[in-house]
């Protein structure tokens, strides 16, 4: 059964502090997978996208990481600002089935000033 | 900017009325559409997998008669709750996705509806 599990479900961390989310799958045939920042009461918004070769993206403060290998991925956001509190979902992609998706149960993440 | 408009944001309805939500993807076709349902402090669940001019494909447990999608065309997919009773409230998302496995997802903002 396709799978993708996050951790920590939620975290609390001080302005400017670092953190690393993780998203661990079991998802197979493995297409790409992607991370989403969403916002209280908005629709989730795309920060990465990885496919099987990539082992290292970034968008600004956002580095994601993939190790195909051990079906592990996390997300680093540096410098965290108070505008980083959201969730930030994980999807995993598959070639079967019309590429279908999978997603992870996110991690709510809250920066304090 | 916003490459999949859903309308509307908001919707207070009474029991027993049907409300409809717009999925409309602005700048590319999306062969592709999805409609989630997201209780507070949750994540997305799957309602409903669209594909043009095809019958959507339902999740389980997704009841089709009470949750009718319609992608007549390659830019716009409805959603709609008929006979919306309290415990359909929730917060309802749609995705689009252009031709290509690694074709970039893109999601509406959301509708939050109230069944009163």
């Known amino acids: 059964k396709n799978q993708v599990e996050q951790s920590p479900q939620s975290l609390i961390i001080l302005e400017g502090k670092n953190c690393t989310l993780q998203?661990?799958?079991?998802?197979?045939?493995?297409?790409?997978l992607r991370w989403y920042k969403q916002d209280t009461g908005r629709g989730p918004v795309s920060l990465t996208i990885?496919?099987?070769?990539?082992n290292t993206k970034s968008n600004g403060r956002y580095t994601a990481t993939l190790d195909a290998d051990t079906k592990q991925s996390s997300l680093h956001i540096t410098a965290s600002q108070l505008s980083d509190s959201a969730s930030y979902i994980c999807?995993?992609?598959?070639?079967?089935?019309?590429?279908?998706?999978?997603f992870g149960g996110g991690t709510r993440l809250m920066v304090k000033p | 900017g916003a490459v999949v408009s859903q309308h509307p944001s908001r919707v207070i309805c009474k029991s027993g009325t049907s409300v409809k939500i717009e999925c409309r993807s602005l700048?590319?076709?999306?062969?592709?559409m999805f409609w989630y349902r997201q209780f507070p402090k949750q994540s997305l669940m799957l309602m409903a997998t669209?594909?043009?001019?095809?019958?959507?494909?339902?999740e389980q447990g997704v009841e089709k008669d009470k949750f009718l999608i319609n992608h007549a065309s390659l830019t716009l997919s409805t959603l709609t709750v008929t006979s919306a009773h309290p415990e359909d409230s929730s917060f309802y998302i749609c995705?689009?996705?252009?031709?290509?496995?690694?074709?970039?997802?893109?999601f509406g903002n959301g509708t939050r509806l109230t069944v009163t």
């Open positions: 995705s689009a996705r252009g031709t290509g496995s690694n074709s970039p997802l893109h």
């Open positions: 998203c661990n799958y079991t998802v197979s045939p493995f297409s790409n």
């Open positions: 990885m496919t099987f070769s990539e």
């Open positions: 999807v995993v992609s598959s070639f079967n089935a019309g590429n279908m998706l999978t």
């Open positions: 700048d590319f076709q999306a062969t592709t």
């Open positions: 669209s594909n043009e001019g095809s019958k959507a494909t339902y």
